[in-house]
């Protein structure tokens, strides 16, 4: 089944602790991209990759750092979480070439204190 | 200037009735994509339809339509026969064609489906 899954799908943290929220997809989709959600503001890019080791900042990139070493993964890295950062993160991959649908991960829903 | 826009956070309708939500839309990209997605309280993203814009057809897919008004730069997604089960948030989004091709997204109209 194709899909994209995230890693933990909820998780509730203290303020500077480091984590990492996994991403990964089964459809060897060259573009992946990390969203938040926050209430009001609809979803925002955070950053996005058009390939592997290819990574670019989107609207909100601040206190967030990715990686992508592999084509199907796509971690997203919080070093020092602070409490703004708690939100609904959302995985999203596609093709490339494409403007039609990215696939979303079940979401992850972050808590820091 | 917002991107997408959508004017109403919440709607009510009733059961079996039709309901428009309305998106308008900003981009100078003359290759772009619009989509709607659902996200009930579960919070996942459920994609719903998609119209690319040089589709000459409005999308439709199942009880779900998209009102494609190129001229306007509007999307407006009909819901035909509401059902309580199509409670949710609905959001508009649009992905250009060119740049960082990031999903733009409206915020979102709450649709409530009265019984």
């Known amino acids: 089944e194709a899909q994209v899954t995230q890693n933990p799908r909820y998780l509730i943290t203290v303020t500077g602790k480091k984590l990492t929220v996994t991403c990964s997809q089964n459809?060897?989709?060259?573009?992946m991209s990390w969203y938040r959600q926050d209430p009001g503001l609809g979803l925002r890019q955070i950053y996005y990759?058009?390939?592997?080791?290819?990574?670019d900042k989107g609207d909100v990139p601040e206190g967030y750092k990715v990686s992508r070493k592999e084509k199907r993964n796509f971690p997203l890295i919080l070093e020092s979480p602070s409490p703004n950062q708690t939100s609904l993160y959302f995985c999203?991959?596609?093709?490339?070439?494409?403007?039609?649908?990215?696939?979303f991960g079940p979401g992850t829903r972050l808590t820091v204190l | 200037a917002q991107k997408i826009t959508q004017t109403q956070p919440g709607m009510f309708v009733q059961e079996k009735e039709a309901v428009t939500l309305d998106c308008t839309y900003d981009?100078?990209?003359?290759?772009?994509?619009l989509f709607w997605y659902k996200q009930p309280s579960s919070g996942e993203m459920i994609f719903l339809i998609y119209?690319?814009?040089?589709?000459?057809q409005n999308a439709t897919e199942g009880r779900y339509s998209l009102n494609f008004q190129k001229a306007r730069k509007s999307a407006n997604l009909v819901i035909s026969a509401s059902q309580l089960g199509d409670s949710a948030m609905y959001f508009c989004?649009?992905?250009?064609?060119?740049?960082?091709?990031?999903?733009?997204f409206g915020s979102g109209t709450r649709l409530q489906v009265q019984p």
């Open positions: 999203a991959s596609s093709w490339e070439g494409s403007v039609n649908e990215q696939f």
């Open positions: 459809m060897n989709h060259e573009y």
């Open positions: 990759s058009m390939n592997v080791e290819v990574t």
């Open positions: 981009t100078s990209d003359p290759s772009y994509g």
């Open positions: 119209q690319g814009s040089y589709d000459q």
């Open positions: 989004a649009m992905r250009e064609g060119t740049g960082r091709r990031a999903l733009t």
